[in-house]
């Protein structure tokens, strides 16, 4: 048994590993944010209605129902190399993330802005299920809900990064938000080249494991997918917000984009705030029961906002709405890998992500059809844009039954597989 000193290294090992794992959720999280946050701003001048830009962010769903998985599955049976199984496919995917950024200020066409968010999330999909793969490789199982802790806390300091700073950029210069998202995403990128060595440790990550197919995991596994169902509903939701958001608070609200930052800044903290709350809760309560609550307030608390016509009742729920959306969305990759058969984690990370695209190809989708039927009815007040709230809350409110039937399939997990790598179990 580890002494104390052998403890007190083995935690700091593992924290320097979360905080090398998590820098690339940072840089994602801001590219992401930029471009689907701020680029509407600038795809209105092409698209012309907010139907259109609404299909055109939402086609980024269109790429990830086939690449993550397949991403995802081949870095499972991709054979050691130097770089590791994942790195690959994240080198691969990183100029195209880039390339897209960089272009879309630029374009002068609506097929041109359609080519550029098209290189962002075909690259993005190549990045993003073996990057979260790493972490099951790496990773004991006890240690998941808090890594996606600490991944969520970087993903909201990414977020909230893009969104109060965005608008700043944006109004020095179009392009400079996009820009400056490029250099993030190159930036925290390299540190996985340490997290790719720590895996070549690992022959498969976990010992004597055999990946499940790809077709036995998504039409053979009924819990991953009740659990693809239901992250797709989450996604829906959370990708209509993003996408209009700002849209609401100046076109819907009259206010300033300046204002929209400062909400939106609002929402950040209660992202970063939730995600070690989330972590404690599902080591008190457990994962499901923390999630579904976390569910139930952030939908209802979603559908609230049709109600008001003017800002400040939206301030004071925003907050508590806020808080129990970021629990909800911070845990949904801890769940996949501990429901996906050992050995499968890069699949599990395609399937959380092809679920994400279901959801993130409807959600703008949906809103932006409703906000455009609803600018003369119902929600003429706010020019048909507080139509986004019910359509996304509902979503989340019947993710709620899914989430009760994955509970006989938690409790059948056995214990976690053996690592190689003892060092990594030194008490945190």
Do not use: K
């Amino acid at each position: 048994m580890a002494g104390p000193g052998g403890a007190e290294q083995g935690g700091a090992a593992v924290r320097r590993l979360l905080i090398s794992l998590g820098l690339p959720t940072l840089g994602l999280a801001f590219g992401l944010s930029i471009l689907t946050t701020y680029g509407p701003v600038v795809l209105l001048r092409v698209a012309h209605s907010p139907a259109r830009v609404g299909a055109l962010i939402g086609g980024e769903g269109a790429f990830a129902l086939a690449i993550p998985l397949v991403a995802g599955a081949l870095s499972d049976r991709m054979s050691p190399t130097p770089l590791g199984r994942r790195l690959p496919f994240i080198i691969a995917g990183l100029p195209l993330v880039v390339t897209g950024l960089l272009l879309l200020p630029w374009a002068s066409s609506y097929l041109v802005a359609g080519i550029a968010v098209l290189l962002f999330f075909v690259g993005y999909y190549l990045y993003y299920p073996p990057y979260r793969a790493m972490y099951a490789d790496v990773l004991p199982r006890r240690l998941y809900a808090r890594a996606q802790a600490s991944q969520a806390v970087l993903r909201g300091l990414g977020l909230g990064a893009a969104l109060m700073t965005g608008g700043l950029f944006l109004g020095a210069w179009t392009p400079l938000p996009f820009v400056v998202a490029a250099g993030v995403m190159l930036a925290t990128t390299f540190p996985l080249g340490r997290v790719a060595r720590l895996q070549g440790t690992f022959t498969a990550g976990v010992v004597d494991a055999h990946p499940t197919s790809v077709r036995d995991l998504v039409f053979g596994n009924r819990a991953m997918m009740t659990f693809a169902a239901a992250n797709s509903m989450w996604e829906f939701s959370f990708a209509g917000l993003r996408t209009f958001i700002v849209l609401y608070v100046v076109s819907g609200l009259d206010r300033s984009p300046s204002v929209a930052s400062a909400v939106i800044a609002v929402v950040a903290a209660a992202y970063v705030a939730g995600a070690p709350v989330a972590s404690r809760l599902v080591d008190r309560f457990g994962i499901l029961p923390v999630m579904t609550w976390s569910a139930i307030v952030f939908g209802v608390g979603l559908c609230y906002g049709a109600i008001p016509t003017t800002l400040p009742p939206l301030l004071v729920v925003l907050p508590v709405v806020a808080l129990a959306g970021a629990i909800l969305l911070t845990l949904p990759p801890a769940l996949a890998f501990t429901l996906a058969p050992h050995g499968s984690q890069g699949a599990a990370a395609g399937i959380i992500d092809v679920s994400r695209g279901v959801g993130v190809v409807l959600g703008p989708v949906a809103v932006g059809a409703a906000v455009s039927m609803m600018s003369s009815s119902l929600f003429s007040a706010t020019r048909g844009y507080a139509a986004m709230w019910p359509v996304i809350g509902l979503s989340v409110l019947l993710s709620v039954p899914l989430l009760r039937r994955l509970e006989p399939a938690l409790q059948s997990q056995g214990s976690e597989p053996t690592r190689s790598a003892e060092g990594l179990r030194a008490p945190v």
